[in-house]
Structure formats: C-alpha cells, structure tokens
C-alpha cells in the first residue's frame, strides 16, 4: 500500500494525463512463480496485489492490470527489482519507496555479477538495474548512499517520497490510542534471512516495562505464525494487521522495530526510537519535510513528456 499511494499522490498532480493504475507485476519466470503462488512473500503476490485492486477501486482509479492496453509514454514505479518486459522500451522514473535492506552478501555478488536476478538480493540492490531515466529520493542522505552503492549520481533527483515528505499530517488520525509502545515487525524471514522474533518480542517487553504494548505486522510476513508467537510470548499485545501505521507512530510514545520504513515516520516526529539503525545514520537519511514530494516528482515527469 505504501507504494499504491505514493503513485496514487503523484497520479493526483498530473490532472493534464490519462493516468493507468497496475498492482506491481511480473514477466517471465517470475510470473510462473507468481502463478504457482511462490511469490506470496512479496508485492507481486496475490494477497497484495488483490489489496492494491481493492484501494484503486475503492478511489475510482483506471486500471490496467500489468500494463497491456495501451503504448504508455511514461511509466512511474516504486521498484526495479524486477523490470517487466514491456516497459523495457519506455520512459521510466523510479521512486525511492520508503527504507532499503542493509548490504548483504548477495549485494556484493549481484554488483560482481550483474545479469544475476536483483529480486533475490532485495532492496539493497534498488536503483543498480539503471533501466530508468530518473530516480527520485527522499534526501540528500539518500542520495549519498545510493551513489555509494552504485547508482548513477547524475540520474538522481531529490524530490522528496510522497508518504514520508510531511509526517506531522499523521498526527490528524481517529486512531483511539495514545502513549503506548509501538512494534513494527519485518518481513525477514519471508525474505530468507535469519530473525530470532522471540527474542525480538522479548526486548520490546523489556522495553515497554509494563505499558500497553502495540504490535503492527508488516504486510508482507505470515501473519498466522506472527500472531501466534506474540500471542505466546506476549499475550497481553495487541496485534494489528492492517491499518494505518504512520498513524499509529504519530500515536506512539515509544516506537521499535528492526528494519522497517515507519521507522522514517518515527524519526522525522522525534518519536524514542529502538530500531537496528544507527541513530545518528538516521538522521542523515531522513527525508525531507516540504510536503512537496508528489509535485516535484510530477514535475520530473512533465519534462519527461515535454509539457514545460
């Protein structure tokens, strides 16, 4: 969803084009895995693909449903992970979603290996495919740290991320409660990388030391076995599947989690934060507070289409 909006705000700037909505997609051997349901882990899977359908319909959006109806002269996406075969020949501008995995071992062997798939290392590898024209980020935090990784410095533009340019808004929320210590969970182990979650729950009741304990679980993670160890380990949380998490961090006295893009929201609010990210890199990376993101990078996209 986080994506699904940041494109639905961006859509909203530019009244003057035909605008076409597609949950994120694949081609090729990845849509076979996507078909045999092997690919549930991730935004290309069924359950989040279905829940992008439901929020286009719900707010009335064109959809084309993997781009096939029409010759586009621009296309907009949240990820290059996977860069599908029919928008291979078009503009694109990429937009930073929101955090990036840590440099792992498949970073270093993708950026030694190229042609290797970038959807097995993750988003430690975002912006490395260069099938883009642009790629818009949150700061010049961002910036820096995609240029160290490897992406073409004169391609970046700092625009601000529509979701995390104006993080005060979430104060303005109907969520009925305040001061509590707030969990983001990751999706780690969906990813195949090792979370011991139960010494994860553990040091958020440590943490807590006797206040209301909140969990939100990520979108992506198997919610059934989520919930079924906090249930265990901590019984007295409250669990939330869906909703609004930047609302419930503007909420929050206290926020935790390992590595997860709230942790922006959480951070641009002054909220006490415990998270696996260096404090201080935080404040580096942190974006930019104009609420301006979705113009600016609807502006990168009319000098794409020559409309300046």
């Not at 999706?187 to 990388?193: A, G, I, L, Q, V």
Request: a neutral charge; hydrophobic letters at 40%.
């Amino acid at each position: 969803m986080n994506q699904t909006t940041q494109m639905h705000q961006i859509a909203d700037e530019l009244v003057e084009c035909d605008n076409y909505f597609t949950p994120h997609y694949a081609t090729g051997f990845v849509d076979v895995l996507r078909k045999f349901r092997l690919a549930e882990m991730s935004v290309i899977g069924y359950r989040l693909a279905n829940r992008c359908l439901e929020y286009l319909k719900l707010h009335n959006l064109s959809v084309d449903y993997g781009g096939r109806k029409y010759d586009y002269d621009l296309v907009v996406t949240c990820a290059d992970l996977i860069v599908q075969k029919n928008i291979r020949d078009k503009k694109v501008i990429l937009v930073q979603e929101g955090m990036v995995d840590p440099i792992n071992f498949v970073y270093h062997l993708i950026k030694k290996f190229p042609f290797l798939p970038h959807w097995w290392a993750g988003t430690n590898v975002a912006g490395l495919n260069d099938q883009y024209i642009y790629f818009c980020v949150a700061s010049d935090g961002y910036r820096d740290l995609f240029v160290e990784r490897g992406v073409n410095h004169n391609k970046i533009r700092i625009t601000g991320i529509p979701n995390f340019d104006n993080c005060r808004k979430y104060y303005d929320n109907d969520f009925p409660h305040r001061d509590y210590v707030l969990v983001c969970t990751s999706d780690f182990r969906e990813k195949y990388r090792y979370e011991n979650r139960k010494q994860f729950i553990r040091q958020a009741l440590e943490i807590a030391n006797g206040r209301q304990l909140f969990f939100k679980l990520h979108p992506s993670e198997n919610h059934t076995r989520a919930e079924a160890e906090i249930k265990r380990w901590a019984p007295d949380a409250l669990v939330y599947k869906t909703g609004s998490a930047e609302e419930m961090v503007a909420n929050c006295q206290t926020f935790i989690t390992r590595f997860s893009s709230t942790v922006l929201v959480a951070a641009a609010l002054g909220k006490e934060t415990v998270s696996d990210i260096d404090p201080d890199e935080l404040k580096v990376l942190a974006p930019v507070q104009h609420a301006k993101a979705a113009k600016n990078i609807a502006d990168v996209c009319r000098e794409l289409l020559n409309l300046v």
